[in-house]
């Protein structure tokens, strides 16, 4: 196979390359996406909250990651957005569709942080 000179670097340069597009990314997201910034500072209080609270490290644990699966989902929401509105403002029905599934897919994520807090704080 050859090597195209557009899909980028190879080795620990890609790796660099990819975190700096990573660093890229997050700050995009903060910076444009007003829905990114109030989950952020949601989580944020929730993280804490976990290293406040008397939970087992097993609870602990699964805490985090829905916090942090719930900011992975608005990522990806927010890229469909993005691309979306990139292609048109026009209003058509399947640019609508992939924008609600974004957004239903962030709703279900943080139904899923608030079921697991109600059972960690209900101890069940």
């Known amino acids: ?41 949601l989580h944020a209080v929730l993280l804490i909250m976990v290293c406040c609270a008397d939970f ?3 609870v602990r644990m699964v805490l985090v990651f829905a916090s942090f699966f719930s ?14 509105d990139d292609i048109s403002l026009e209003l058509r029905p399947l640019a609508k569709r992939a924008k609600d599934i974004g957004s239903a897919a962030q709703m279900l994520a943080l139904t ?13």
Not at 71 to 84: D, G, K, P, Q
């Open 1 to 41: 196979m050859e090597h195209n000179e557009l899909k980028g670097k190879k080795g620990f340069k890609r790796i660099l390359n990819a975190a700096g597009y990573s660093v890229d990314g997050l700050q995009a997201a903060f910076r444009y996406e007003a829905a990114f910034r109030q989950l952020l500072l």
């Open 56 to 58: 087992d490290l097993s």
């Open 71 to 84: 900011l992975v989902v608005e990522l990806f929401n927010s890229a469909i957005e993005a691309v979306v």
């Open 112 to 124: 899923l942080v608030f079921i697991l807090w109600l059972m960690a704080l209900c101890g069940g």
